[in-house]
């Protein structure tokens, strides 16, 4: 048994630009592979290539060179099957208003092949808490609801790779918490997840792995852990007495800054000095220390460090 949900191998697009007879490399020989029951991010700033790679996974843009593999299908040689391998959830929320969750799930199954004794759509609308909605217009759902509906459509053929785009943006706090216990769910279930997202504290928290795509080429690649400890740099804040706002604070290699009477942070490169060294200069110019608490670099700085140009 193959143990990737997916395999990319020297993947390239190239739109040509007939008018001004250039060539735009979307995709550059992007290398990487999905392993079986995983949550792996794709993460990249606008322009990347990650909505280019997803429409090709989804069959609506073509790809110039290379193989991409589907859970033990080739995408060209076995497109059918690599379309009952994916369920994609878009972007934008798209519903019919005026159709049940029920009525919708029916349709989409019905799209998909799938025979009436073989339909779960009584279990996919409990998997996301809308059992009691399944009779109600779609119209009448929440922001939320609706969301969960999108993740609902994209498995009702049962597919073992649920490919998520941005399933979280223009969504609150609370109803994304609730949106990721439900992917969750979902992936102890046995299904792979991939999932692009701008809010990188998400991917951080939920994927086992990561990978950046920058201008069409990957950048990054390694588990979520791994990219974290790539941080150099290390963050400490001090609540402080009266500071002077106008106080010159320097030691080679430490960034101070005053953010207001009562707070000064401090940055440095980890292991280039002794944090004591830093609380001494402190005392040594009369700034008296109430507080101390320190900041390790996230996720996001990991994505401007690889990113920046």
Excluded at 98 to 106: A, D, V, Y
Excluded at 195 to 223: F, P, S, W
């Amino acid at each position: 048994m193959n143990k990737f949900a997916l395999t990319v191998e020297n993947l390239t697009k190239i739109f040509s630009d007939t008018k001004n007879k250039k060539e735009n490399r979307a995709l550059n020989k992007l290398n990487f592979q999905v392993k079986q029951g995983e949550i792996f991010g794709l993460l990249g700033p606008n322009g990347a290539g990650k909505t280019t790679f997803l429409n090709i996974l989804g069959g609506t843009v073509s790809k110039t060179k290379g193989n991409i593999n589907v859970w033990g299908f080739d995408i060209d040689k076995n497109p059918r099957q690599v379309k009952a391998s994916i369920g994609i959830v878009p972007q934008e929320v798209n519903l019919d208003a005026f159709f049940s969750p029920r009525k919708l799930l029916e349709l989409q199954a019905g799209l998909y092949g799938v025979v009436k004794k073989d339909r779960i759509t009584d279990l996919i609308l409990k998997m996301v808490a809308l059992e009691n909605k399944a009779n109600a217009y779609s119209r009448s759902l929440s922001g939320g609801m609706k969301r969960r509906l999108l993740i609902a459509k994209a498995m009702v053929h049962q597919p073992p790779i649920l490919i998520l785009d941005e399933p979280t943006a223009g969504v609150d706090v609370e109803l994304r918490k609730n949106l990721w216990n439900n992917v969750k769910e979902l992936n102890k279930a046995g299904v792979t997840i991939i999932l692009t997202t701008h809010y990188l504290l998400e991917a951080q928290e939920m994927c086992n792995r990561i990978a950046i795509i920058d201008k069409g080429n990957l950048v990054a690649l390694d588990t979520t852990r791994n990219l974290l400890e790539r941080i150099k740099t290390k963050k400490i804040n001090f609540k402080v007495k009266n500071v002077d706002l106008k106080k010159n604070l320097s030691i080679k290699d430490i960034i101070f800054k005053i953010n207001s009477k009562n707070s000064i942070s401090a940055t440095y490169e980890k292991n280039s000095l002794d944090f004591g060294e830093i609380v001494n200069y402190l005392n040594q110019n009369d700034i008296k220390i109430e507080d101390i608490s320190t900041e390790d670099g996230d996720l996001e700085d990991v994505f401007v460090q690889l990113t920046k140009h």
